[in-house]
C-alpha cells in the first residue's frame, strides 16, 4: 500500500510525508519506535514502513498470524455482503417499497462516493436483493443500502482497455467492526467505518494488494436519505424504469 491514514492528521501519508512529518526509522533525536503507528483501516492491524528512503517505499501490515486483512484477499472483499441473520416480521416489504421511493437519492450517495459505479451494476444489485431476501434482513436499514452495494461489488475503471491503466479501480469494505448485517443494527452514524479503496488499474485481471493506493474512511451516514438526489441522469432513469416499472409505476396496463 503506498499511503496509509493518519487518524491523527486526518489524511493519509506515503512512507516520504511519514518520514518527514515524525522522523526517520532511527535517528539520534528520534528513537526507534517513537513514532507513532499508522493502522490498516480495514483490520485496525498496525503497519510499518517497507523499503523506506527509497522510490520503492511502501506500507506493509506487521505480522499478525492471528489475523489475516481482507484488504488482501480480494475475492473475501467481493463477498464484502455481511452474512445474513434472521429476517425482519414483515418480509422488508415496508423497506423495499420505501427503497424505491427514493431509488434516486440512493443512487446519487452510491454515486458520489465510487466514480466508477455503474448504473447496471446497481440495477444488478436490487435483483440480487430481492433473490437473497436482503430486504427482509435484521439490520438493514434504508440508509445503508448505498453501502451495502458498493460493498458486495468490484468497480473496475469506466475507460476503454487503453485508458484503464490511467484510471483507478475502486472496491469497498466495512471495517473490522461489521461481521454480519446484525452488527449494523448496533452500530451508529460515524462508527464504524465504511472504507473506499483505491487501486491502481492492473493490466489484466484484479488488482492485488500490492497496487493498492490508500484507503479513505468514510463515515456510514445515512442522513442523506433526507436530502435531494443529485440531477439524475436521463439514461440511469431509463435504465431502473425499464427493470423494475411496476415498481416505479411506469408499467404498461393492458387494456
Ligand atoms: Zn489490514
Known sequence: MLEAWDNRRQKNLPVEAYVATYGPKSDSRYRPGFRPKLRCLICSGTLHTFHE?????????????????PAKSPSRILQGLPSPVAPNLDGGTVLRTAFFRN???????????????????????????????????????EG????????????????CRVMRSAQAWQRFAFDWRIQSLADLDSCN?????????????????????????RQEPIALNTTYVFLPALDLAESDVMAMEEAFPRELGVACVMA
Open 53 to 69: 528512503g527509497t522510490p520503492a517505499a511502501r506500507w506493509v501490515h506487521d505480522p499478525n498470524p492471528a489475523r489475516k486483512c
Open 103 to 141: 431509488w434516486g437519492r440512493h443512487w446519487s450517495r452510491a454515486r458520489r462516493l465510487c466514480q466508477n459505479a455503474k448504473i447496471e451494476s446497481f440495477v444488478a444489485f436490487v435483483a440480487e436483493a430481492d433473490a437473497t431476501g436482503m430486504w427482509g434482513r435484521v439490520g438493514v436499514r
Open 144 to 159: 445503508f443500502i448505498p453501502y451495502l452495494f458498493l460493498a458486495s461489488r468490484d468497480f473496475p475503471p469506466l475507460g
Open 189 to 213: 452514524d460515524g462508527a464504524p467505518q465504511f472504507v473506499r479503496m483505491t487501486f491502481r488499474a492492473p493490466v489484466r485481471g484484479e488488482p492485488k494488494f500490492d497496487g493498492l493506493v
